[in-house]
T-cell receptor
Framework: DGGITQSPKYLFRKEGQNVTLSCEQN?????MYWYRQDPGQGLRLIYY???????QKGDIAEGYSVSREKKESFPLTVTSAQKNPTAFYLC??????????????FGEGSWLTVV | GDSVTQMEGPVTLSEEAFLTINCTYT??????LFWYVQYPGEGLQLLLK?????DKGSNKGFEATYRKETTSFHLEKGSVQVSDSAVYFC???????????FGKGITLSVRP
């Protein structure tokens, strides 16, 4: 089935460690996104990528890094510089064309907890 | 910048009650508007969308109409079910890159 796969579902990180969240899509979408969800704050955009080998910072990029070496993959690294990384992370993807309004599809999310 | 404002929650209703969840927006240009739903422990699913003024999006008994004059996109359902219990997010997208700006979400609980 087509879709977006995020892994792992649950991840625990020690202080000072970098961790990488995986996101893979087989929808042939050009654009991919990473959002962070905190209780009562909705979703906030971390990074997005419109095409392979190109990505842009979102609203809260500090302490995160991404890569887009393949169309179907957009991993997110949460670095030790991210001061409050405990959150629910959502990966998403969409077609890219000149019209806004393309539906963005989401993965099931990854829970990251700092211990 | 672009923003979305949703009514404060949570909302608790009895089964078969009428639902309205308010959403207003501020945007440059002409945004597309969306409602997403999140069931417990899951990612977001698109519920409905509208891409131009006066369009009505509908799905699973839910409806929302794009009102440019009031910059609103209120979600309605005539008769809610227990299975509608979830978090509902209003969102908008402008420009060519389609990235979404979300409201804070509102939790709906429906009692049997």
């Amino acid at each position: 089935d087509g879709g977006i796969t995020q892994s792992p579902k649950y991840l625990f990180r020690k202080e000072g460690q970098n961790v990488t969240l995986s996101c893979e899509q087989n929808l042939n979408h050009d654009a991919m996104y990473w959002y962070r969800q905190d209780p009562g704050q909705g979703l906030r955009l971390i990074y997005y990528s419109q095409i392979v080998n190109d990505f842009q910072k979102g609203d809260i990029a500090e302490g995160y890094s991404v890569s887009r070496e393949k169309k179907e993959s957009f991993p997110l690294t949460v670095t030790s510089a991210q001061k409050n990384p405990t959150a629910f992370y959502l990966c998403a993807s969409s077609y890219r064309d000149s019209e806004a309004g393309n539906t963005i599809y989401f993965g099931e999310g990854s829970w990251l907890t700092v211990v | 910048g672009d923003s979305v404002t949703q009514m404060e929650g949570p909302v608790t209703l009895s089964e078969e009650a009428f639902l309205t969840i308010n959403c207003t927006y501020t945007a440059t240009g002409y945004p597309s508007l969306f409602w997403y739903v999140q069931y417990p422990g899951e990612g977001l699913q698109l519920l409905l969308k509208a891409t131009k003024a006066d369009d009505k999006g509908s799905n699973k008994g839910f409806e929302a109409t794009y009102r440019k004059e009031t910059t609103s996109f209120h979600l309605e359902k005539g008769s809610v079910q227990v299975s509608d219990s979830a978090v509902y997010f209003c969102a908008l997208a402008t420009g060519a890159n389609s990235k979404l700006t979300f409201g804070k979400g509102i939790t709906l609980s429906v009692r049997p």
